[in-house]
């Protein structure tokens, strides 16, 4: 099993910045891949940025040379740092978190998000 839970969640102005942290717990042998997605309202849930083992990202074209993806695996942690936010960011952001436990078998879970909302 695994446990995520997002924090950094909030309301700003545009142009403003958020940190969000996601941290994993549970029985995890290691954990591949880390990322957040989010879901604004009558919209699907869309990638914002993942991160796995080694460093390598990837990001939404929307998001990209706005937020920076960072990862602490010691902490089993991921941040996502948004710049100069705008309007359309706003949305319930997820964090999931996919590896494997002691038995090499798979793992993954979702958070249960946090609500980021810019606006003036």
């Known amino acids: 099993q695994v446990q995520v839970v997002e924090s950094g969640g909030g309301l700003v102005q545009p142009g403003g910045s958020l940190r969000l942290s996601c941290a994993a717990s549970g029985t995890i042998f290691s954990i591949s891949v880390m990322g957040w997605y989010r879901q604004a309202p009558g919209k699907q849930r869309e990638l914002v940025a993942h991160i796995i083992t080694g460093g390598s990202t990837k990001y939404a074209d929307s998001v990209k040379g706005r937020f920076t993806i960072s990862r602490d695996n010691a902490k089993n942690t991921v941040y996502l740092e948004m710049n100069s936010l705008k309007p359309e960011d706003t949305a319930v952001y997820y964090c999931?978190?996919?590896?494997?436990?002691?038995?090499?078998?798979?793992?993954?879970?979702w958070g249960q998000g946090t609500q980021v909302t810019v606006s003036s």
């Open positions: 999931n978190a996919q590896g494997s436990d002691y038995a090499r078998r798979p793992v993954g879970s």
